[in-house]
């Protein structure tokens, strides 16, 4: 297993989403997590769809396989910080409307059979929880996938009760899920990500009272998102702080445009007015974010998550450890006005405040 986790905030991470490839450094797990920790990272995110990096089944069943792993990554001088089953996650509920573009996302032999991509999105969320508690992690990362996105604009009129029906069939598919990682000690954190039902604060409130507050449903706190659908996402912090368990750091602009706007006229990501950005290039106020998850006592990881329609990959990754670094910020464990303190007791404060002593 991992280590004994330090608590608070820790970094740099890096998800490796972006950077999976069939070619070295990013062919297999000890090469890339050796290619992360020459570029400043301590820990990576692992994607799960697919055995590249990891067999998720064999995973979930195998504590000497997953022993296996953490030394494989101990030895290239990085620790896995979380799983992924954003993709999993997604085909836990699939609007028919999307069915043939996800259905990529899906074993072969499970494509045009939807119920049946369901159900094996299911059980891959499950293996995830016992796999990320055989690797002695504690927080998850995935999508909620999205019933109701068609009908996120209101034209023409929704009819009485969608809603509640979409969020309660969401809460039937995810609370044996949920369950699963509540008997594992795991978090399950769901990016807050336009394209699911899950994608800012109200939907998040309305799932989680559908799953009766569920201690595990927790946030991937990701301010790209947020800041592209022009909300407030350092106010999200402390309105959310005590569900954010996972941090994505990633950048992101948007620029008023005379044209379109956040929802970007279908046009390529560089010509949107919302884009997003490698880090340290967009908009994101990243030394108030994480003034704020210091401040709230946030425990987990701060991951790199590179998407950038301008700077190359490469670029982006190298940049970001360093990025992080900075901002890191190790919370005082004293008052800075300890210097001027002075004795007290009872009466000696009954006295400062014109009480009589008892």
């Known amino acids: 297993m991992n280590p004994p986790a330090e608590t608070g905030l820790r970094g740099p991470g890096i998800f490796l989403a972006q950077f999976m490839s069939s070619e070295a ?33 064999r995973a979930a069943q195998s504590q000497a396989y997953c022993d296996e792993l953490n030394a494989v990554c101990a ?16 085909l836990v509920a699939v609007h028919p409307a999307f069915d043939a573009v996800f259905d990529e996302f899906a074993p072969v032999h499970l494509r045009n059979a939807p119920q049946a991509r369901t159900e094996w999105a299911i059980d891959q969320l499950k293996l995830a929880a016992q796999a990320s508690q055989r690797l002695g992690l504690t927080a998850h990362a995935t999508f909620s996938g999205a019933l ?34 509540e008997e594992a000690g795991v ?63 990633k950048d992101a602009e948007f620029r008023p445009d005379a044209r379109s706007g956040v929802y970007g006229g279908y046009q390529d990501w560089v010509d949107r007015p919302g884009r997003f950005r490698s880090l340290g290039d967009g908009q994101v106020d990243f030394k108030s974010i994480f003034s704020k998850l210091t ?8 991951v790199l998550e590179w998407e950038c329609c301008l ?13 992080i670094e900075r901002h890191m910020i190790k919370r005082t464990q004293r008052a800075f006005d300890d210097f001027a303190g002075v004795s007290a007791d009872v009466q000696s404060n009954r006295r400062l405040l014109g009480l009589p002593e008892d």
Not at 75 to 90: D, F, N, R
Not at 212 to 227: E, K, N, Q, V
């Open 187 to 249: 978090d399950l954190c769901y990016e807050i990500h336009p394209g699911e039902d899950l994608h800012d604060g109200a939907s998040f409130e309305r799932f989680l009272q559908a799953v009766d507050h569920h201690p595990r449903a927790a946030i991937l706190y990701d301010p790209s998102h947020l800041l592209l659908q022009q909300m407030d996402y350092l106010g999200f912090i402390d309105r959310y702080h005590a569900r954010i368990r996972m941090f994505h750091v």
């Open 311 to 323: 700077k190359d990959s490469a670029q982006g990754a190298g940049e970001g450890a360093a990025f």
């Open 148 to 181: 109701l996105w068609p009908y996120v604009y209101p034209w023409p009129q929704r009819p009485n009760g969608l809603v509640e029906q979409g969020f309660a069939e969401l809460a039937r598919r995810w609370l044996p899920i949920l369950d699963c990682f």
């Open 75 to 90: 030895k290239a001088g990085v620790q896995i910080s979380e799983l992924s089953t954003h993709l999993q996650g997604q």
């Open 25 to 57: 450094p990013f062919d297999n797990l000890a090469n890339i997590a050796g290619w992360a920790a020459s570029q400043g990272y301590k820990s990576i995110q692992l994607p799960t769809l697919g055995t590249r990096y990891i067999d998720l089944e």
């Open 295 to 302: 401040q709230y006592g946030f425990n987990g990881w701060a």
